[in-house]
């Protein structure tokens, strides 16, 4: 056999498993349909008969066995066959509890002849029902623990990627020490304790601006007069006597001891505030964080540049294609 008919052979064997594959479910409804329209006709022994076949041989799913075992206990209860007719509804029901015959459809005697059968077998069906919540209850939860494990999963998966993208960054920060000298907080603000320095700060600048105000409030006090001189030889200068008057002699202490008390307490304060730097004082400080960078944008496709030169499609001749 040559290696072409070989793979002709495959190939058919192949359609024909497939065709075999897919027959059953069409096959099966098929049967059912030419069984119901048997029933419909009342030909009940031949429905019976080939129902109890169907339903002996298996390999069918539960919807089609509901029909089958419909078909025959029906079938069975037309031709007065109580016992099998019994076996069959009890079957049906067994496989679903709430099954009903629609009475539009059937005669009152079947629908009777079924609820009856439902009525004999009430605890075994409430059981099943029982057991077939239990079941979708315990389906529903594994559905959901499933969901959960995924979630849980990828938000793992997540965070792993986003870990692999991580960076750590670290500075270096050199810290002059002469910095912590310069009055007005200048130490703590280089050291980042920001309200520290702003209260030094501000402080500081309150006793120096009371300090410069009361020293040019105390020398606009000084009081400049000149005092002729009689009695002397002719050209002799006058006496100039610079002071404070006597009568502003109380405002003047009071300004005088504002500015010496403003003076001394800037520089207590500023004092204070070098001190408080150089105890709190770095001369390196290392600081490390954690950045994500975005992710990377997708590639773009890379343009292709080139040129062919050959015959053209379906003719005789020569073409050039080139690509950008």
Known sequence: MSRGAGWAVLVLLASLTAQAQGAPGAGEQGDLAAVQ????????????????????????????????HKLAGLAAF???????????????LRLDPDFALDPFVYPPPAVAFVEKQRQAL??????IRA?????????????????ALARQAEEQRRQIEEMSRQ????TVEKRSFLVNFVPFGAGQFQQGRVAAGTGFAIAEALLGITSVVAYFAYGSLIDTRTIPV???????????????????????????????????????????????????????????????PPP???????????????????TVGASVTVRF
Do not use: C
Not at 167 to 170: A, D, G, K, P
Not at 247 to 276: H, P, S, T
């Open 78 to 92: 037309n031709l007065k066959r109580t016992e099998p007719a019994q076996r069959h509804i009890a079957a049906l």
């Open 131 to 147: 057991e077939r919540r239990a079941q979708a209850e315990a389906a529903r939860r594994a559905a959901e623990e499933r969901a």
């Open 167 to 170: 960076v750590t960054v670290r």
């Open 296 to 314: 990377l944008p997708p590639p773009q496709p890379s343009s292709q540049q080139g040129a062919r030169i050959g015959p053209g499609p379906g």
């Open 122 to 127: 009430a605890p075994e069906l409430d059981r």
């Open 230 to 292: 009689e009695n002397r030889f002719p050209g002799a200068a006058p006496i100039v006597e610079t002071g404070i008057p006597a009568n502003r002699e109380d405002e003047a202490k009071v300004w005088r001891a504002l500015k010496i008390g403003a003076g001394l307490g800037f520089y207590g304060v500023w004092a204070a505030g070098v001190a408080d730097a150089i105890i709190h004082h770095q001369d390196t400080v290392v600081t490390t964080r954690v950045e994500t």
């Open 37 to 68: 329209s048997e029933f419909e006709f009342g030909r009940y022994r031949e429905v019976l008969e080939r129902a109890e076949r169907r339903i002996d041989r298996g390999g069918m799913d539960e919807a089609s066995l509901i029909q089958w």
